[in-house]
């Protein structure tokens, strides 16, 4: 199994952190958000990872390179501007072959197990595009994403909705109408395959912060360091 990283976003509401580094690279808990995904796939026996990447994109190569140092082999797809997600996962396509393969946001920090993923990836039906990760609605986000019925499909509604957690095992089949070269958002995809019954999902009840303001990754790095018995608070690029 392979996995992508996405970390092509400016981080608007990050600002002023993300106007000289970009999101990614934001440190919590001692390091950056996204060596805390390097790790945890390289501990999970998931070393080929591409990470995409447009804005501040060469601060990113040059913290990361090669990924030797973390024990992966890590690929890039820069952008010349951000495409968002379906059309960054369609440019990366290549990269993964027929395989399913795994794709986590660059800027949520999760305790969801990757080891699953691959166990996961080989019990999809060839009917089912996607596998999302889901979550409890943070106060930020209370009316939630996607309905999980108790069979483990995505529907439509009506019904209690959870929040995506930015962790998905998709299928290549999911992106096939996706223009080359032009922004397209990965919602529409998400919804339409639903309406299929072509979408699973899981609920996830261990720790999840999608760090999407500075107050976010404060309270996020107090959390890790706490946990950690380290009493430093830093938050650095």
């Not at 601060?59 to 090669?66: C, K, P």
């Not at 024990?71 to 952008?79: Q, W």
Request: proline share 8%; charged share 20%; glycine share 12%.
């Amino acid at each position: 199994m392979r996995a992508m990283i996405l970390a092509a976003g400016r981080g608007e509401r990050m600002r002023p952190l993300t106007d000289t580094c970009p999101k990614p690279l934001l440190h919590a808990g001692g390091q950056a958000l996204i060596a805390w995904h390097i790790r945890r796939l390289a501990a999970a026996g998931i070393p080929d990872i591409i990470v995409n990447h447009a804005w501040l994109g060469a601060q990113i190569e040059a913290a990361l390179g090669d990924g030797r140092a973390y024990g992966v082999r890590i690929a890039y797809s820069p952008e010349p501007r951000a495409l968002e997600t379906a059309a960054g996962i369609a440019r990366a396509l290549p990269f993964f072959g027929e395989e399913p393969f795994l794709v986590v946001n660059g800027d949520i920090w999760c305790d969801w197990d990757f080891g699953r993923a691959a166990r996961i990836a080989a019990t999809l039906g060839t009917r089912t595009l996607a596998h999302l990760v889901l979550v409890d609605n943070p106060a930020h986000h209370p009316a939630g994403d996607f309905v999980l019925a108790p069979d483990g499909r995505l529907i439509p509604g009506p019904g209690d909705a959870l929040t995506f957690a930015g962790i998905g095992l998709y299928r290549r089949e999911l992106f096939a109408g996706v223009p080359t070269g032009q922004p397209a958002p990965l919602a529409p995809l998400l919804r339409a395959a639903i309406d299929q019954g072509q979408i699973t999902g899981e609920r996830h009840d261990g720790h999840w912060v999608d760090v999407g303001t500075p107050e976010r990754l404060q309270a996020l790095d107090e959390w890790l360091r706490v946990r950690a018995g380290d009493d430093g608070r830093r938050v650095r690029c």
